[in-house]
């Protein structure tokens, strides 16, 4: 019964070891927005954009496309199907502030929250919000953020969204 034991572990540590580690796709910006409208982002990550990239980023928080094929945080319970385009890029610059900081919240790999969904800040349940008013000031909010402060290290510790009704799911 060892022997079997013994062999299982080591037939599963040579499988284990013999799959490829997938590494992040780091793309440009505007590959990866193209990629994301397109549904071709094929990696399961987010990319490992830094701050000099939000620049960048912000461009797209106002944009409304709905999209359906990007990575999604393993650990979450809830499946989302689609997402904004601007919102998912306002989860994917929290995802370079988290990163940054060495969040708390960071669930699993880059992903900042477990959904790219906003809910209530202050409800005692969890309430989604998915609304045009949301969506906006959230973008608002990352806006006025990245141009509030001049020094990057300080800009990182707060968080955009702590003056809004809202927080990352």
Partial sequence: MKTKIIWLLLFSSCFVLSCEKQDTYNPEVENYIDLLKTGSYDSHELPEFHSSDIP????YRNDTLMITDFPHNGLSSLWGPDCKLGMYVLWTIESIRAVEINS?????GRFPSLNPILAYRDSLELKIVRDKKSHTVATQAYYDWWHSHPIIKDKMEIDPLKKTPYRWH
Avoid: G
Avoid at 56 to 59: D, F, S, W
């Fill in 104 to 108: 708390k919240y960071l669930s699993w």
């Fill in 56 to 59: 960048a980023l912000l461009k």
